[in-house]
């Protein structure tokens, strides 16, 4: 049961940072950027929607649709921070995640 639990986490955090990255920067980021992504967004989401009254429902569906806008936040966040450089300025800085040499 709980293999089934963390392979359904895995799958929904996947989807909701790939569309999520998508809909923010144009292209994804990685397999293990999209999950993690992802899951950070269902964290988010988890929080931020309930107490702004927003409850999509429940299942499968609502939760993809629930990481994906915690996730969209979640990456609108960074690119403010990061002064629009988002993820490709960290990885050019300092060396992370696949940056080109």
Same mark, same amino acid.
């Given at each position: ?16 940072? !790939? ?8 292209? /994804?980021?990685?397999?293990v ?7 950070? @967004?269902? &964290? ?9 009254? &927003?409850?999509?429902?429940? /299942?499968?569906?609502? /939760? ?6 915690g ?9 403010l921070?990061? @002064? ?9 800085? !300092?060396? /992370? !995640?696949? @940056?080109? !040499?």
């Amino acid at each position: 049961m709980a293999g089934e639990g963390l392979l359904t986490m895995l799958v929904v955090g996947f989807i909701a940072g !790939w569309l999520a990255s998508h809909l923010v920067r144009g292209a /994804g980021l990685g397999i293990v950027g999209d999950v993690l992504v992802g899951i950070l @967004g269902a &964290i988010i989401g988890g929080f931020l929607l309930p107490r702004l009254g &927003i409850i999509i429902g429940y /299942g499968m569906i609502a /939760g993809i649709i629930n990481a994906t806008i915690g996730a969209v936040v979640l990456l609108l966040i960074i690119r403010l921070v990061s @002064g629009g450089r988002g993820w490709g300025g960290w990885r050019r800085r !300092w060396g /992370g !995640w696949g @940056g080109r !040499w």
